[in-house]
């Protein structure tokens, strides 16, 4: 936990102590340097398996999840000060938030269960209900401009906007399926990269990548997998990484047409992946599993983080659910709102 006076100062005085907190190095890695600037909260709880955070810039972020302790009612946590304080916006529709897509400091997107999206376009001081015409859960949103966005979530649900999301139609699934794990494919993470061709990873009787060129009406398996994908991104055009269970780590450079294992370093599950170039990417998992790659997956590395539990530092043993880079500086989000910050040195 930050001390009063690194609170009272702000972010420019996390740097200093979170390289005397913690500092990871190795032949051939950076030096990481590591702080919590967002202890836990004692009203909301962020333990759910779907939480993430999302950093629009390196001054405003976005915690998304539920507020359990209130029957499961979703919540939206933002900072507008590079985490040194953070405004808590609990009960904003019934049920957890799963995912979201955050385009710039104002406008963004969140969804959850029950066919939930909810949009702001004033850096989460607001937030509208949008009508989805399902009640599947919906797992991620991604974004190209503020208008043109897609949805996905349960039963291979592919949703779409034109328009911001004031109108949604349904692309694909939509419905719950009959007999809940014969055949369903969630769709967990999705990418765009224009209006026709996209990309899912996907969870189910084994894990799937499926990619569409009619901008998500129909779907085609590309890369099936023994085991789940629980996150998916992409740096550019053509490199990116999907992650998954038991430290699965596929790795494509070319679009996502072919797909090649990588080493993670840890046989954790992994539930969220971010890159921020073609070379730099970071992943979190069960039993705070952080892991980075500097040279485009070639080698990962793994960071040990120790945090407050009741006054005294640990190893944290938690799930890191959700997990964002911007440069060389990464955010993961875990159990009861704590947020982590890591920069490479």
């Known amino acids: 936990m ?14 200093p102590i979170a390289l005397a907190m913690a500092l990871v190095s190795a032949t051939a890695f ?6 919590e600037i967002k202890p836990p909260d004692d009203a909301v709880e962020y333990s759910s398996v779907y939480s993430k955070v999302f950093f629009a810039s390196e001054t405003v972020g976005f915690l998304v999840g539920e ?16 985490g040194a304080t953070w405004e808590v916006m609990p009960g904003l529709s019934v049920g957890r938030l799963m995912g979201g897509a955050f385009l710039d400091e104002n406008n963004g997107w969140t969804v959850g269960e029950a066919g939930t999206i909810l949009a702001t376009d004033d850096g989460g001081k ?3 209900t949008q009508t989805s015409k399902v ?3 919906l797992q991620d949103a991604f974004f190209l401009t503020e208008d043109v966005g897609w949805v996905v979530g349960n039963n291979s649900t592919a949703l779409g906007t034109k328009n911001g999301g ?9 419905t719950p399926s009959g007999q809940v794990g014969e055949g369903e494919v969630t769709f ?22 499926e990619t569409t060129t009619d901008g998500g009406k129909t779907w085609e398996a590309v890369h099936p997998s023994e085991d789940n994908y629980g996150g998916l991104t992409f740096a550019d055009a053509n490199v990116g990484w999907a992650v998954g269970k038991y430290g699965l780590i596929h790795a494509t450079t070319d679009g996502g047409k072919t797909w090649t294992p990588q080493d993670s370093s840890t046989e954790e599950d992994i539930w969220a992946i971010s890159a921020s170039s073609p070379t730099t990417a970071w992943y979190s998992g069960d039993l705070g599993t952080i892991g980075y790659t500097t040279d485009g997956g070639a080698t990962w590395q793994t960071v040990g983080v120790q945090v407050e539990f009741f006054g005294q530092k640990k190893d944290l043993t938690r799930p890191i659910y959700g997990v964002a880079a911007l440069g ?9 709102g704590r947020v982590l910050y890591f920069e490479l040195q």
């Open 2 to 15: 930050l001390s009063a006076e690194t609170e009272r100062t702000g972010w420019f005085a996390v740097a």
């Open 30 to 35: 950076a030096q990481v340097g590591f702080a």
């Open 67 to 82: 507020q359990s302790l209130e029957y499961e009612k979703a919540t939206v946590a933002v900072t507008r000060d590079k």
């Open 126 to 128: 607001s937030w509208d």
């Open 135 to 137: 009640t599947v859960d």
């Open 166 to 174: 004031r109108s949604w139609q349904i692309l694909a699934g939509g």
């Open 188 to 209: 967990v993470a999705a990418h765009f990269f224009d209006e026709k061709n996209g990309i899912v990873a996907g969870a189910g009787i084994e894990g799937v990548i």
């Open 328 to 336: 060389a500086k990464a955010w993961a989000a875990t159990d009861y």
